[in-house]
């Protein structure tokens, strides 16, 4: 890995997260000392207004099917990453040794 490779991802995670901040919450000079941390009443938590492609549902019933479908396949690639870590402890290959051999 490069020297700075590291410095990198945490400035263009940390850009991300910046952006996500201003979009969704509201500016904490704004808002009264026992309220931190509110979001604006129009932002979804995780709809940052990323979708080159359009593929996100006008329809609200429509983008709760979409949402539920990717929270699950989610769910799916986790339970696959377990299996490939509980295959390597138990045999001490890793995924693509076990594949090839």
Known sequence: VPDGWDALIVTMIGAAEAQRA???WVDPAEQAPD???????????GD?????????????????I???KELQNGRLAMLAA????????????????????
């Open 22 to 24: 201003q979009k969704g």
């Open 35 to 45: 309220q931190p941390g509110t979001l604006k009443d129009d932002y979804y938590p």
């Open 48 to 64: 940052i207004g990323f979708d080159p492609l359009g593929l996100k549902p006008e329809d609200p019933e429509e983008f709760n």
């Open 66 to 68: 979409m949402q539920t």
């Open 82 to 101: 377990a299996g490939f870590l509980a295959q390597e402890a138990v045999n001490g290959k890793g995924i693509l040794e076990t594949l090839l051999n």
